[in-house]
DNA sequence: GGTCAATTATTTGTATACAAACAATATCTG
DNA sequence: CAGATATTGTTTGTATACAAATAATTGACC
């Protein structure tokens, strides 16, 4: 199974051989941009490797988790809450919808918002997915030791 | 009950409050994959706004930034060098070639590739997308202090 | 009350990102 | 050499991600 994340889309194979120099040391691949997204991208495949049986993605994974905490929120407010613009969180609640996991109920106080809430068939997978979550985010955070952990994502939060 | 202070664009805003309980401790945001993909977006902004007016992603200067230092590289190679599957190359080299920053050749020695080259054009943007590239990374990198920079990015890389 | 600005949700368009399937070509194997 | 296998590039379909424009509604202000 384990089909190698990356059989496709490896990446940086063979190096920087025989490439021109003369730019300055600058090298594209050891850029901090690159590198976050090469560790997003990583990620990524680990999330759907280890979470696909529920076939979630990672945001969808984010936005029901959010659903589920904050009992019962607008899709504007949910995608501030997740950090998805209007257009994103737009498709990720109508795909969560579909699959009746989220429900949406009118606000006769304000007929422009749609109240979103988690189904009990959303509630129970998110009950199992958090399980899931926390083993991806162990995965994720393999190759760092125990010390690095916290001190690696301690950092990533000043960056955000 | 939320207590809804003030409605920013940004997003995450308003963090936990008033969350149910009982998850264990999980906290979706704190999350390394949930880290990972604000900190790609906050650097995926960074670059629209400083790069925008030579009108090149991300994705399209890395792109770019390989042809002319690899000076010939066919297009798959090129996506195992910047770690994008051949589907989304595909997309890349495209709109690179669509805006003559760079040209196909045919390879007699293999009739499936097309070799790919900078022009002059995509030579001379390059340079500069290069200086401004190097903003960017600092840019990024800016909350973090001197002593940090490196070892985040030494953490960073581990994780790839 | 009436006007205007802000907010909510949607839609369109563009750009990654990847799975899956495909035709053409190259390479390996017997 | 012939057949199996692998690689290259393309296409289709789905899912983020965001800019920009839009309609409906709300709130603020006069």
Same mark, same amino acid.
């Given at each position: ?111 422009? !918002?749609?109240?979103?809430? %988690? *189904?009990?068939?959303? #509630?129970? =997978? +998110?009950? @199992?997915?958090?399980?899931?979550? !926390?083993?991806?985010?162990? %995965? *994720?955070?393999?190759? #760092?030791? =125990? +010390?690095? @952990? ?11």
């Amino acid at each position: 199974m384990t089909k190698a994340a990356g059989m496709r889309a490896p990446a940086c194979d063979e190096a920087a051989a025989g490439e021109t120099p003369g730019w300055g040391g600058y090298v594209v691949e050891a850029q901090v941009g690159f590198l976050l997204r090469r560790a997003h991208q990583r990620h990524a495949a680990l999330f759907q490797e280890m979470m696909g049986a529920r076939d979630l993605t990672p945001t969808q994974f984010t936005a029901l988790i959010k659903i589920v905490t904050c009992g019962a929120v607008t899709q504007n407010r949910l995608g501030r809450l997740t950090a998805m613009d209007p257009a994103t969180i737009q498709g990720v609640v109508r795909r969560l919808v579909a699959r009746g996991l989220v429900e949406r109920a009118f606000d006769p106080a304000d007929r422009r !918002t749609h109240v979103l809430r %988690a *189904t009990a068939a959303g #509630l129970e =997978l +998110a009950r @199992q997915a958090v399980a899931c979550a !926390t083993e991806i985010t162990a %995965a *994720t955070l393999e190759p #760092l030791s =125990l +010390a690095e @952990q916290p001190l690696f994502l301690s950092l990533l939060k000043k960056l955000i």
